[in-house]
Nanobody, 115 residues
């Protein structure tokens, strides 16, 4: 069982930055693929970024060059650094962990980009 707790969401001005964190329980973190999805108002949930247990990463085209995903295996934490935010980035951001053919989800953290 993997439990995930997100933090770092909030209200930010267009052009601003936020860093999301996702802390995972359990001893398997270093062997787990992690990442972030988001769901904006009236939109379907979409993949934002993912990072494999080996450190390989992938991004949605809409966030490439602006968002950076990273992980700290010593802290069982994955991060999403978000820069140059715009109103289209407004969404609930969900952390996920994929291990043993099972996907685990956090409860989400709200990011609102607005002036």
């Amino acid at each position: 069982q993997v439990q995930l707790v997100e933090s770092g969401g909030g209200l930010v001005l267009p052009g601003g930055s936020l860093r999301l964190s996702c802390a995972a329980s359990g001893s398997i973190f270093s062997r787990t693929d992690m990442g972030w999805y988001r769901q904006g108002p009236g939109k379907e949930r979409e993949l934002v970024a993912g990072i494999t247990s080996g450190g390989g990463s992938k991004y949605a085209d809409s966030v490439k060059g602006r968002f950076t995903i990273s992980r700290d295996n010593a802290k069982n934490t994955v991060y999403l650094q978000m820069n140059s935010l715009n109103p289209e980035d407004t969404a609930v951001y969900y952390c996920y962990a994929y291990y043993g053919s099972t996907t685990y989800w956090g409860k989400g953290t709200l990011v609102t980009v607005s002036s």
